[in-house]
Each structure stands twice: as structure tokens, then as C-alpha cells.
């Protein structure tokens, strides 16, 4: 794994850039090095009963397939804070997605309980699990003569897999999607876009020493910016 591009650091914290296909979490499934495993070796976490510890420092994470803005914590006091943070729902994030099709409204919200089924995730189920999502077009483009919309989305929940599932739900999978795409369209995706059109744009938090208000920005990556220009 090539180490995450650092956006910013200070005593308290790390804003990374994580790059495509890259776990978060450790796990006993996990056989390549992760986003955790690179944060303790690097900033030296040891092991320990905390959850701080046990976390090595991950206070939320992106799936593998998603590219972008994360915070890590290096300290248990801003763990905790940030943390609660993302419970209490007072972080603000945004994503940037190319989706197939075009869309009759320029912007809405949606607001749907998800459940597991196996290792997949779909609209329906326990009210207490419901996911939001508000999404807004860009500009609509073609891929290679596909019709495609460039599209904010801003979580409003913190579901697994939640931008994809609603995506996929109001008609409109994400480019180049391996779970939620079906198999014919995900195959041509490929062809021209090599990976999953999603990245984690923007990161908007209260730094958890001082309650100052940060705004952290990833660019696209590379391969993602040229499908669309």
C-alpha cells in the first residue's frame, strides 16, 4: 500500500486522502495492509484496552471502493470527541459521484431504511436503521456515449454502503459500482472507468481541542477526473 496523501496534522489529529481500493479496519479477513495498521505503525499507537487503542485511532471510515477525506485521532481525548461528533451527526460530508442516467429534478433527499441481506445492503427493513441521503446534480455528461450525471451527495446517516444502495434505488448506480451495479452494466463501466466512481470530496468537523470549525477538501483523483473532461 503507498502511504495516504496527509492533508493536515497537528498534536491531536491526521486528515488523510485515502486512496482507492484500501481497507480501513483491520480484520481477520483482511490479508493487505490497511489505513489502521499504517496509522499505528506510523504514528506509534500501542495496543491496549481503550477503544482508542483498539480502534488505532480510526474514528470513521470509508468502504474499500471509496476514495478521499478521512480523520484519524492520535490521542484518546480526541477520539472521544470526535467520535461523538459523528454520532451526534454534526460532521459534514460530502461525495462526489458519477451516476448512470439523468435526472428529472435537480436535487432532493432521500430517506429509507436499509437492511443486510448476506453482503449486501437494501432498501427496506426496521425504521430504526433509515438512511439520508441528499443528493444534487452537477452537470450531466456522457461516458463513451452513455448518459451520466455528475452528483453531490451529502449522508446525512452513516449507513454501510448507504450512497450506493440510494443511488441504485432511485435508478441511478454509480459508474463502475461491483456490488450494486448489475453485472452487464458494471463489465462496460470498466472499460472506461477503472474503479468506482466515488470519492469523499469535503470533511467539515469542530477540531476536538479547540471547537474550531475545519473544512478539509480532497481533490478527485486522477483517474476519476479524466473520465469527465
Known amino acids: 500500500m503507498n502511504d495516504p496523501r496527509i492533508l493536515f496534522e497537528d498534536e491531536s489529529l491526521v486528515v488523510i486522502d485515502k486512496p482507492y481500493g484500501v481497507v480501513v479496519n483491520n480484520a481477520e479477513s483482511v490479508k493487505s495492509e490497511t489505513i489502521q495498521t499504517w496509522f499505528i505503525q506510523k504514528y506509534k499507537i500501542p495496543s491496549g484496552e481503550l477503544e482508542f ?54 436535487e432532493g433527499i432521500i430517506s429509507t431504511p436499509l437492511e443486510r441481506r448476506g453482503a449486501k445492503f437494501f432498501v427496506g427493513g426496521d425504521l430504526s436503521k433509515t438512511a439520508i441521503t441528499e443528493w444534487k446534480v452537477i452537470r450531466q455528461c456522457s461516458m463513451f456515449n452513455v448518459q451520466c450525471s455528475m452528483v453531490e451527495l451529502t449522508p446525512h446517516t452513516g ?50 481541542m479547540t471547537g474550531e470549525k475545519m473544512v478539509f477538501e480532497a481533490q478527485l483523483p486522477e483517474e476519476l477526473e479524466k473520465m469527465v473532461h
Open 53 to 106: 487503542l483498539q480502534k488505532g485511532g480510526v474514528v470513521h471510515r470509508l468502504d474499500k471502493d471509496t476514495s478521499g477525506v478521512m480523520v484519524l485521532a492520535k490521542t484518546p481525548e480526541a477520539y472521544e470527541k470526535l467520535k461523538q461528533q459523528f454520532l451526534e451527526r454534526k460532521t459534514v460530508k460530502k461525495y462526489i459521484a458519477l451516476v448512470h442516467g439523468e435526472f428529472k429534478e435537480q
Open 159 to 208: 449507513r454501510t454502503h448507504q450512497l450506493r444502495v440510494h443511488m441504485r434505488h432511485l435508478g441511478h448506480p454509480i459508474v463502475s459500482d461491483p456490488i450494486y451495479g448489475d453485472r452487464k452494466t458494471w463489465k462496460k463501466d470498466l472499460e472506461v472507468c477503472p474503479r468506482l466512481f466515488l470519492h469523499a470530496k469535503s470533511l467539515e468537523i469542530a477540531h476536538p
